[in-house]
């Protein structure tokens, strides 16, 4: 069983940036890979970006590249999604997902275990 904790969201203006943490519980973190996926209201949850077991693969939506970096500290059990140039659009909650494989997909069936989710607010 692994549990997620999201931390970093919040209110910021277009423009700005925001780095969203995820913390997971469990030793076997590291060999899992991981992602963020996203949820605007009236909108289905999304995948915003991929990160396999070693950090070494990443992936992003299209909408997102360029902007975004997702990393992860296998020695803190935390991975974590850097977001510059947020635009309104990016509005949503931000949800940090497990798969309990080493690669990930795009997605929500690819993944095992979710957050509870982070408010990401960016105003125009």
């Known amino acids: 069983q692994v549990q997620l904790v999201e931390s970093g969201g919040g209110l910021v203006q277009a423009g700005g940036s925001l780095r969203l943490s995820c913390a997971a519980s469990g030793r076997t973190f590291s060999s899992y890979g991981m992602g963020w996926f996203r949820q605007a209201p009236g909108k289905e949850r999304e995948f915003v970006a991929g990160?396999?077991?070693?950090?070494?693969?990443?992936y992003y939506t299209d909408s997102v590249k360029g902007r975004f970096t997702i990393s992860r500290d296998n020695a803190k059990n935390t991975v974590y999604l850097q977001m510059n140039s947020l635009k309104p659009e990016d509005t949503a909650v931000y949800y940090c997902?497990?798969?309990?494989?080493?690669?990930?997909?795009?997605?929500?069936?690819?993944?095992?275990?979710w957050g509870q989710g982070t408010q990401v607010t960016v105003s125009s």
């Open positions: 990160i396999n077991w070693s950090g070494g693969n990443t």
């Open positions: 997902a497990c798969a309990a494989r080493p690669v990930v997909g795009a997605q929500r069936i690819d993944y095992d275990y």
